[in-house]
């Protein structure tokens, strides 16, 4: 059982552009929703989070968009670099109890930024 | 450097030998997991650690073992490797105060023949 769904699988921008993913989440229990950055041959670094008290969080070109009630968060990357090619994760994780520190994982997006 | 190391990078075994992965961090970070990734599934959760001696299972534990006998440590244990056990593995640590980011070391890419 998914219960983090993340679109599309792949996706080419080109450079420039605005890059969208998309992810849905079933568990009404997490309060943390972070985006980690995966380059080949390296481990997932987290990018951004947000947590379900706000709407949208900017960090530079990124930026989270949180839909509480609609249980949807996807990832904004704009003017869209070569250098942003890589794998995106976004996750899901609640700080009840046991499960503290565990993440859900969507399934992934790889994202290439044509020059 | 702050940093997740694991060792070995690439493995390549037969099945049924037994193989241990190792995973050392040096934040002391009380939080350590073990996650194995595969393509169209993300990353799954394996087993975690709250502190030392005290482990739990996560998602996908059938197959594997972990031990947690000093903080900076959690070594990932198969002890009858299978070909479905094929996967890159990541060894991730994080406080439990504060921030929620969890580090990941660099990966462990395992051919089970």
């Known amino acids: 059982q998914q219960q983090v769904k993340q679109s599309p699988q792949s996706l080419i921008v080109q450079k420039g552009g605005i890059s969208i993913i998309n992810c849905a989440y079933e568990?009404?229990?997490?309060?943390?929703f972070p985006w980690y950055q995966q380059f080949p041959g390296k481990g997932p670094a987290l990018l951004i989070a947000?947590?379900?008290?706000?709407s949208e969080k900017k960090e530079g070109r990124f930026t989270i968009s949180f839909n509480k009630s609609a249980k949807q968060f996807s990832l904004h990357i704009m003017d869209s670099q070569p250098g942003d090619s890589a794998t995106y994760f976004c996750a899901a994780a609640y700080a009840g109890g046991t499960s503290y520190g565990k993440l859900t994982f969507g399934q992934g997006t790889i994202l290439t930024v044509h020059p | 450097e702050a940093q997740v190391t694991q060792n070995p990078r690439y493995l390549i075994t037969v099945t049924g030998k037994k193989l241990t992965v190792t995973c050392s961090q040096n934040m002391n970070h009380e939080y350590m997991s073990w996650y194995r990734q595969d393509p169209g599934l993300g990353l799954r959760q394996i087993y975690y650690?709250?502190?030392?001696?005290?482990?739990d299972k996560g998602d996908v534990p059938e197959g594997y073992k972990v031990s947690r006998k000093e903080k900076r440590n959690f070594p990932l244990i198969l002890e009858s490797p299978s070909p479905n056990q094929t996967s890159l593995y990541f060894c991730?640590?994080?406080?439990?105060?504060?921030?929620?980011?969890?580090?990941f070391g660099p990966g462990t890419r395992l051919t089970v023949t």
């Open positions: 568990n009404t229990a997490f309060d943390y």
């Open positions: 650690s709250m502190n030392v001696e005290v482990t």
């Open positions: 947000i947590r379900p008290d706000v």
């Open positions: 991730a640590s994080s406080t439990r105060q504060g921030s929620r980011e969890q580090y």
